[in-house]
């Protein structure tokens, strides 16, 4: 499945949830702009890593490996991004969104 996403304003409050993906990875491709994808710690609840996407810069492209709790955060406005998972849309469920 892929799916081109428009991260939108840097300054909005458009927020991704912490989620995991437990069935399938993710690959994320920064096709226009700025984006940092984040990791977190299940058992802490904590950002561990950061790394910061964009067509120009060192990281263009990541592979997020499934059961791993992350969110994206737009840092340009109008960044565009495509993501692209190795198996069939499934919705998230609660146990599959991170409570902080």
């Given at each position: 499945m892929?799916?081109?996403?428009?991260?939108?304003?840097?300054?909005?409050?458009?927020?991704?949830p912490i989620h995991r993906h437990q069935k399938t990875s993710e690959t994320v491709v920064c096709l226009r702009g700025r984006v940092v994808e984040e990791y977190y710690d299940e058992q802490e609840r904590i950002c561990i890593e950061t790394i910061e996407l964009t067509p120009n810069g060192l990281t263009v492209?990541?592979?997020?490996?499934?059961g791993q709790w992350?969110?994206?955060?737009?840092?340009?406005?109008?960044?565009?991004?495509?993501?692209?998972?190795?198996?069939?849309?499934?919705?998230?469920?609660?146990?599959?969104?991170?409570?902080?």
């Open positions: 892929w799916n081109p996403f428009l991260c939108g304003d840097a300054n909005e409050k458009s927020v991704v492209a990541l592979n997020i490996p499934p992350h969110t994206i955060r737009s840092l340009e406005s109008g960044s565009v991004i495509l993501e692209v998972k190795d198996g069939k849309f499934e919705p998230l469920s609660d146990v599959d969104i991170l409570q902080k």
